[in-house]
């Protein structure tokens, strides 16, 4: 089975449409990082698309910390904002960690903050990191199982690894979390009944590691001159796997979908 995230990020949207008038995300951009620019700009289109106001601050790359602060200040007073997205990563001078947890946790619908990561951990409300909420609500979507199944989670970020290895728990997974000190790696994937690609590194993931019958979900993204792939091995995937979300259309559009659903639920709240 193949989990179509695009097409159910575009369900989401269609539900949204219309649903707030006179709010606003505000999307900032640190920098000239071309991939980060085409997100940032995939969001405000996004945006758009619901009938939220997209509010696009752009800052050089030489932006120190304070400013950046200052800036985010600003935008938590602002009050047609309704959500702040900080995209990541910021150059490598700025403190990221403070600089997101400056965002008023009304306003963090991107679920960066230390609060709301926290928050979220003890499954109390808060909007959740934007990519991993996403792929629980395309599992949901699909009715894959979870209570009770072994997700093994490759990566530790943040914004990514570890709030989905929280997520995973609280829907009852029994969650292991590996990173780039794992030892045995392709031997704790192959006990996975679901798998979360999160590493960063184009088809780390072999498909040779994998049970048959894994539920692979594919958080990468990479354009090699092949063609995009994602950090699971593409070929042989559709065979070992039970369900698998294809690189492109898989959790990418399902990430800005979220994103635009916490905004929206933002706007109704504040
Ligand atoms: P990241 O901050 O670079 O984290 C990568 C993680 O992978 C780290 O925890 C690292 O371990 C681990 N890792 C690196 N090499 C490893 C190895 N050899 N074996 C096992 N683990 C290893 O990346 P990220 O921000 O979480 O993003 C991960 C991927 O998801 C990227 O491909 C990114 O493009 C994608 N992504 C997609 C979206 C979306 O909207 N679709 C959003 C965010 C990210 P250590 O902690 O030990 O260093």
Same mark, same amino acid.
């Given at each position: 089975m193949i989990l179509d995230g695009k097409s159910l990020a575009a369900q989401i949207e269609q539900e949204l449409k219309g649903k707030v008038q006179n709010a606003a995300l505000a999307t900032i951009l640190v920098g000239d990082?071309?991939? #980060? +620019?085409?997100?940032? &700009?995939?969001?405000?289109?996004a945006c758009k698309r619901v009938g939220l106001e #997209?509010?696009?601050?752009?800052?050089?790359? #030489?932006?120190?910390?304070?400013?950046? *602060?200052? &800036?985010?200040?600003? *935008?938590?007073? /602002?009050? *047609?904002v309704k959500g702040i997205l900080l995209q990541h990563p910021v150059p490598k001078h700025i403190d990221e960690r403070k600089c997101f947890d400056a965002i008023a946790i009304a306003k963090d619908v991107d679920g960066v903050t230390s609060l709301g990561f926290g928050l979220m951990s003890m499954g109390e409300r808060a909007y959740g990191s934007a990519t991993p909420k996403g792929i629980i609500t395309l599992l949901e979507?699909?009715?894959?199982?979870?209570?009770?199944?072994?997700?093994?989670?490759?990566?530790? #970020?943040? %914004?990514?690894? &570890?709030?989905?290895? +929280?997520?995973? *728990? /609280?829907? /009852?997974?029994?969650?292991?979390?590996?990173?780039?000190k794992t030892q045995n790696l392709p031997n704790i994937i192959g006990q996975a009944d679901i798998v979360?690609?999160?590493?960063?590194?184009?088809?780390?993931?072999?498909?040779?590691?994998? &049970?048959?019958?894994?539920?692979?979900?594919?958080?990468?993204?990479? /354009?090699?001159?092949?063609?995009?792939?994602g950090d699971i091995q593409k070929e042989g995937?559709?065979? %070992?796997?039970?369900?698998?979300?294809?690189?492109?259309?898989?959790?990418?559009?399902?990430?800005i979908a979220t994103l635009i659903q916490q905004t929206v639920e933002s706007a109704k709240w504040t």
């Open positions: 990082d071309p991939s #980060s +620019a085409t997100y940032v &700009k995939m969001k405000g289109n #997209s509010l696009p601050v752009l800052l050089p790359a #030489s932006t120190t910390t304070q400013q950046l *602060l200052a &800036k985010i200040k600003e *935008l938590n007073e /602002n009050l *047609l979507h699909y009715k894959i199982p979870l209570e009770g199944k072994h997700a093994v989670v490759v990566g530790r #970020s943040a %914004i990514l690894g &570890k709030p989905m290895a +929280a997520m995973l *728990l /609280n829907k /009852n997974c029994t969650v292991t979390i590996c990173h780039s979360v690609g999160a590493v960063g590194i184009p088809e780390f993931i072999k498909t040779q590691w994998l &049970k048959s019958g894994v539920v692979a979900i594919d958080a990468g993204y990479h /354009n090699t001159p092949n063609g995009a792939v995937l559709e065979t %070992i796997s039970s369900a698998y979300t294809p690189v492109p259309g898989g959790v990418g559009p399902m990430t």
